[in-house]
C-alpha cells in the first residue's frame, strides 16, 4: 500500500455561510492530495501526459462524518491499496490536525486514456514504479 499525507489549511473561501467546509472542496483537496502524492513517488502528472496517458476520474464519492471549519490544518491520508489493472482507485481520509478526528472518507476512481480519449491499459513505467514503492 503506497500512503501520503497532505496537509493544508481552511481558508475563508472554503467555508460556507454555516461556517464548515463547502462539501464540493473535497474533492479538490483530494485532487492536491493525489497529485503531491503521485510527485512523491515521481510520478508527475505532467510527465505522465507527455508520454500520451491521460487519468480522468471516472468516479468519485465522499462520506462526510463532521465538517472542518475556518482555519483548521487537515490532514488528508491519500492510498493507493493496490496496483491498477484497467482502472486506478485511490482512497482519502480527512483529519483534522488539532484532535486527529476523521471528517471524511472518499475515493476516485481512474481510467488510462489517450489524448483521443480511447482507453488504454496502464503503462509499464506507472505499474512499475507503483509497484517498487508497494515493495518497499
Known sequence: MITYDYITKI?????DQ?????YSRY?????QARTEMLKGID??????????YYLPVVS???DYKEGARFEDKIIIRTMIKKLPQARMKIDYEVYR??????LVTGHTVHGFIDKDGKPKRPP???LDRLSSEFHQ
Open 124 to 126: 509499464k513505467f506507472l
Open 97 to 102: 490536525k488539532t484532535d486527529n478526528r476523521l
Open 43 to 52: 510520478l508527475i502528472v505532467t510527465d505522465i501526459e507527455k508520454e500520451g
Open 27 to 31: 474533492f479538490e483537496f483530494f485532487e
Open 18 to 22: 454555516m461556517g464548515v467546509v463547502y
Open 11 to 15: 481558508y475563508y473561501k472554503d467555508i
Open 60 to 62: 468519485a464519492t465522499a
